[in-house]
């Protein structure tokens, strides 16, 4: 156990699950080429859109026929799209394991009225994927930002099915191999691995997405800023550019900066890396010490990026107090910032370990949670 205040801090104590920590060699003058003041529309803002949606499929391994546009409203704006535009045509199935799925499920079941079938396992479990018909259509998170719990394989999805998946990616692309044969729509946006700024989402379509697209409208009146149809076909330009609405070109230019950077240090597989060895020296912490542990049960459902703890120790009264005073202890040392659990998630820590952090950090901050522990817990 700490006796003693730890002499190292981390260089940078941001560990907050969005917006997440810049990637390291970030600075202000990296967006000096962002075209300011210019038309999104005229030839430079499009070619850097059309920039934006090309690296991502090349880093993430986008097959060349699903169709990326960036979209208005950040992975919401994305992931509400997708359900307005898609959900309706034939059953489906909602599934939850912390709370952005639940309110996906609030979405369906309450704003758009389809009599859904609805899974929900508590925080730190997960559904069981036994259970799902996959050819009705079906919407889940693939990493629960607030739960800390991922879905183990994708194994779990066939790859032969009937119905649509809906993939709330947010906390799980450019840290995770997403089986894009296994995803019909996928959305995320880029504030949470690659420390993006926020506004901004993405949404990417396989070929069944843009058919159903195509050959379905749904019975519901549909948004000017939530068409991805007209005259019953795709509208093209949004996936090559011309968004839907006006774009922050200085949020392009970070992106941009964010793709290159991730190139840098080996693409995907460099980002999981970092990704994995930042949860991996929280694992060692947690295994050396009694008093912690993770919130996600099952070892292969444990994200590498949202990584949700909780603390054990029988002297401990109030959970949610005690975890809030070890966060502010933390903030008010500058070791730690932004840490807190979600407001709707069991009491305890959620530590960013996605690929923008560097695994120093991490190590640096560990043993001041631990003598912030002993603090609290002998006050």
Same mark, same amino acid.
């Given at each position: ?12 104590? +941001? ?10 060699? *970030? ?106 018909? *996959? ?76 058919? +159903? ?167």
């Amino acid at each position: 156990m700490t006796t003693t205040q730890p002499a190292a801090k981390p260089t940078n104590p +941001r560990f907050s699950s969005g917006p997440c920590a810049k990637p390291p060699t *970030f600075t202000l003058d990296k967006l000096a080429d962002a075209p300011l003041g210019r038309s999104h529309r005229a030839a430079v803002g499009k070619a850097k859109l059309l920039a934006a949606i090309e690296t991502t499929r090349d880093v993430l391994g986008i097959p060349a026929d699903y169709k990326i546009g960036i979209v208005p409203a950040s992975d919401t704006g994305a992931y509400e799209m997708a359900m307005w535009n898609l959900l309706g045509e034939r059953p489906v199935e909602m599934l939850a394991w912390e709370s952005f799925g639940s309110g996906w499920v609030t979405d369906v079941v309450k704003q758009l009225k389809i009599d859904a079938k609805v899974t929900t396992a508590d925080y730190g479990e997960i559904i069981n994927f036994a259970d799902v018909n *996959f050819d009705n259509d079906v919407c889940f998170t693939w990493n629960g930002t607030t739960s800390g719990v991922r879905v183990p394989s994708k194994d779990v999805i066939p790859a032969d099915r009937d119905g649509l998946t809906l993939c709330d990616a947010t906390s799980a692309a450019f840290a995770m191999d997403l089986p894009w044969d296994r995803l019909d729509v996928t959305t995320f946006s880029w504030q949470k691995v690659l420390g993006g700024e926020g506004g901004h989402g993405v949404i990417i379509l396989s070929p069944r997405a843009v058919a +159903r697209l195509e050959s379905y409208t749904p019975a519901w009146p549909l948004p000017k800023i939530f068409r991805l149809t007209k005259g019953g076909k795709l509208i093209d330009g949004i996936f090559t550019g011309a968004t839907i609405n006006t774009p922050s070109m200085l949020c392009v230019e970070d992106y941009l900066f964010a793709l290159d950077w991730a190139k840098s240090v080996g693409g995907l597989k460099g980002l999981i890396a970092r990704a994995d060895a930042n949860t991996g020296a929280i694992n060692d912490f947690v295994a050396a010490n009694d008093w912690i542990d993770f919130l996600a049960t099952d070892p292969a459902t444990r994200s590498n990026t949202s990584v949700c703890l909780k603390f054990t120790d029988d002297r401990i009264t109030d959970g949610a107090a005690f975890a809030k005073a070890i966060a502010k202890r933390l903030e008010a040392e500058n070791v730690a910032l932004d840490i807190g659990a979600y407001r709707d998630a069991p009491a305890g820590l959620r530590i960013w370990c996605g690929a923008t952090v560097e695994t120093a950090d991490i190590e640096a901050m560990l043993p001041w949670l631990a003598y912030a522990f002993e603090q609290e817990i002998n006050s």
